[in-house]
C-alpha cells in the first residue's frame, strides 16, 4: 500500500517495548457508590503480538481497552506507547498521537451514512486536514474486497460489508497498533473469520502489534495470547490456546 507524503512523514512516537500499562486503576463514581472498574493492572503488549482480552461481563475488558488506546483516562497509574507515558499527556497532543499511531474497529461500525464507502475510508486523513491518499484507500478496499463498492453509501451495504469498510479505515491509516473491541460481535460466523484474518495478517505481514476485546473463544483463538480479566483483575494468562481451552478457562470463571 503506498504512503502519502504527510503519512511518510509524520512523527512516531519513540522506540520502545509495544504498550505497557503498569498499576492500572479505573474508578467511576465517588466514595460507597464508586465502581471499581480496573484494580491494579500491570500488562504489556509487545510490536507484531496479538492480544485478545476475555472476561466475564463487567470485568473490566472494554475499560482496559479503552484506557490503554489513550481513549479514557486511567484513575491512576501509567500507560506507556514506547517510551512516550500517555497518561502525562495533554488531549490534543494525545488525539494527535492517536491519530498518528492507532486504528479502532468496533462492534457498531461508527461509518458516516452520508458518505460514501471510500469517503469512510479517506475519514482519518480529511479529520487530521491532510491529503487524501485514494490509492491508498483504494488499495484498502482491495484488500477488504469492497473494491467495486467504494461509491456506494453504507446503507446499502450488509453488516458484515460495514464491518469491512471500518476494517479498511482503519488499515488507511496504517497503524502501529490496532485495538478492536467486539469486531465480530454483530457478524455472522464466516464474515467474522474473515475480519479475523484480516487483523492476523496485519500482525504477521506488516508487524502491527493488535489489541482485541472478545467474548468470543473461536475469534480468541486466532490470537498469540489470551489475558482473562475477572472482577477488574488480571487472573490468568494462555500462549496460542485453542477455541476449546479458552471455553474451559472461561467455564472455570463462571463457577
Known sequence: MSLSTEAQARPLVESGPGIHAENLHRSYGRGRAAVHALRGVDIGFAPGTFTAVMGPSGSGKSTLLQCVAGMDRPTAGTIHWGTTDITALPERRLAQLRRAEAGFIFQSYNLMPAMTVE?????????????VDWSAVADCLERVGLADRRKERPGRLSGGQQQRVAVARALYARPRVLFADEPTGALDRATGREVLWLLREGVENEGRTCVM????????????????????VLVDELVRPSAAQISEKLSELAC
Open 213 to 232: 476485546v472478545t467474548h468470543d473463544p473461536v475469534a480468541a483463538s486466532f490470537a498469540d495470547r489470551v489475558v482473562v480479566l475477572a472482577d477488574g
Open 119 to 131: 469517503q469512510n475510508v479517506a475519514l482519518t486523513s480529511r479529520l487530521a486536514g491532510e491529503r
